[in-house]
């Protein structure tokens, strides 16, 4: 079983995206985290194979947490959500470590996808340039 984190501060989000990990074969939902502060202590509790990293939350940004994440543990796999795609945002979070970077409106199918592609050593950035 492929073990995914999720972390955003919009629980109807939260909710959402649990609900298509759970109905995913072979993936099951092990945490999640309402803010970037709760990530590490977290994964060292739960250890994923995924983070499901949201880019804005209040306190702790989903790039400072993947940041920190990496840090405690070098092989974490982070894939970054964000409502707002940016070419900067994108480059943030891949000097942060991430390995993958998706629009929050990618769609189920290629979420679950992603994510099996970033649990598997790969990564999943967007297929087409986003706005600056």
Same mark, same amino acid.
Do not use: N, Y
């Given at each position: &079983? ?14 959402? #995206?649990t ?6 074969? %072979? #993936?099951?939902?092990v ?10 202590? &977290? ?14 939350m ?21 894939m &970054?959500?964000?409502g ?8 943030a979070?891949?000097?942060?470590? $991430? ?7 990618? %769609?189920?199918h ?13 990564? $999943? ?8």
């Amino acid at each position: &079983m492929m073990r995914v984190l999720i972390v955003d501060d919009h629980a109807f989000v939260r909710a959402q #995206i649990t609900r298509v990990m759970s109905e995913a074969t %072979g #993936i099951v939902v092990v945490g999640e985290c309402t803010d970037g502060a709760e990530v590490p202590s &977290m994964a060292a509790l739960v250890q994923p194979d995924v983070v499901l990293m949201d880019v804005r939350m209040p306190r702790t940004s989903g790039t400072v947490a993947t940041a920190q994440l990496k840090a405690q543990r070098s092989s974490a796999r982070v894939m &970054m959500l964000t409502g707002s795609p940016s070419s900067s945002t994108m480059a943030a979070a891949a000097l942060a470590g $991430a390995v993958g970077f998706l629009p929050k409106d990618c %769609g189920a199918h290629r979420l679950v996808s992603a994510v099996r592609t970033v649990a598997a050593g790969g990564t $999943a950035w967007p297929e087409r340039a986003v706005a600056s």
